[in-house]
């Protein structure tokens, strides 16, 4: 039972900016790697932005210098802020966290997606 609440997508124009947020809730005992992923219908689902819970961070060529991800562990929560958006990354974003329940599973979770278009 853990559940991903993503919010902050929307419509934007192209330059603009948004910030996503995925807050964790359920019967978890720890989270570890979180991250944002992103699906176009041209494309196959692929990772944006990822923290590790020591604060390392990776990022996919496309959004460098673009995106940053950010997570605030007393609130279980990621964010990713988006600025110069592009056309380009009109997409549904995927919050995925590995999480470890208080029964003992660790597994990866997913949220619901959230719509981000970029248009004039």
């Known amino acids: 039972q853990v559940q991903l609440l993503e919010s902050g997508g929307g419509l934007v124009q192209p330059g603009g900016s948004l910030r996503l947020s995925c807050a964790a809730d359920g019967s978890f005992s720890s989270i570890n790697a979180m991250g944002w992923y992103r699906q176009t219908p041209e494309n196959l689902r692929e990772l944006v932005a990822g923290i590790a819970t020591g604060g390392t961070t990776n990022y996919a060529d496309s959004v460098k210098g673009r995106f940053t991800i950010a997570r605030d562990n007393a609130k279980n929560t990621a964010y990713l802020q988006m600025n110069s958006l592009k056309p380009e990354d009109t997409a549904v974003y995927y919050c995925?966290?590995?999480?470890?329940?208080?029964?003992?599973?660790?597994?990866?979770?997913w949220g619901l997606g959230t719509q981000v278009t970029v248009s004039s």
């Open positions: 995925n966290v590995q999480a470890t329940t208080i029964w003992g599973r660790r597994s990866d979770y």
